[in-house]
């Protein structure tokens, strides 16, 4: 119960000094909010997840050589030797554009199969990479240059893991896997349509039986880039069910049609 005033004590604006009764009330209100919002402001804290253990390169740019694959998404397949200690035997990353929101199709447009050395910017989360690629760094090698891994492309190795109904978030693949953090939810929704509709990778980020977060790119039931189409389900959590393949044994792509996602 909050003190009663002492009879003919009031506040007056004016007046040199506030008087004791009414000097101790206001005191006791202002140290009560204050208190409060302390243990509002830690109660908010610990209901957050905690960021994802995510990281962008920004301004550490590398030198890789790879293939350039143009579908599902752009991708470069790069080989172990010329990568780094984030690479397997051979590795796809996404691509998309250093520097802006923007999607990398316009970059590799025609060098599908096609091997390069570009300069690129690596984003991570978990065992995921994507590369951000420094405009004007891609030039076309021949196989005879020093530089240049031996042999053909390598053949995308792509399995069919069959039919599948998946309930996750649809997120932009370039901010949900570092550049931004977070890269997901609400408060990210009109960064990740900015980003879909400029022609960064489309994925729906999910959880697998064991908790482990999962993401698969985004394409059409025809293997079609899909960018503007999604923007109606950015930041959903939606319901889809396609047919998912594994591409380069690390690359998970579902194919499904914008027009059968379902709001969960």
Known sequence: ?????????????????????????????????LAAGAAFALVAVAAHDPPAASSFEYGHEREFVGWIREAPVPLLVVPGPACTEVCA????????RYGTKRGAAELVAGLDGRLVRLAGVLVHRGDRTLLDVVPGSLA????????????????????????????GEVVDG?????????????????????????????????LDPDGRERTLLLVGADGRALNRELLPWVAERVEVTGRVLRVDGDVLVLHAEPGTYRRR
Do not use: N
Not at 5 to 27: L, N
Not at 89 to 96: D, G
Not at 178 to 197: L, Q, S, T, Y
């Open 174 to 206: 370039k901010c949900h896997l570092g550049v931004m953090r977070p890269g997901e939810g609400k408060a990210h929704r009109a960064c990740a349509a900015r980003c879909i509709a400029s022609g960064a990778p489309p994925m729906l980020r999910l």
């Open 1 to 33: 119960m909050p003190e009663r005033q002492p009879d003919g004590e009031f506040f007056v604006g004016y007046a040199v000094a506030t008087p004791p009764g009414v000097a101790r009330f206001v005191r006791r209100v202002v140290a009560a909010a």
């Open 89 to 96: 035997a051979t590795t796809s990353w996404p691509l998309a």
């Open 140 to 167: 076309v090698l021949a196989e005879a240059e020093a530089s240049a891994p031996s042999g053909p492309a390598p053949e995308a190795r792509v399995e069919d893991l069959g039919i599948h109904t998946l309930t």
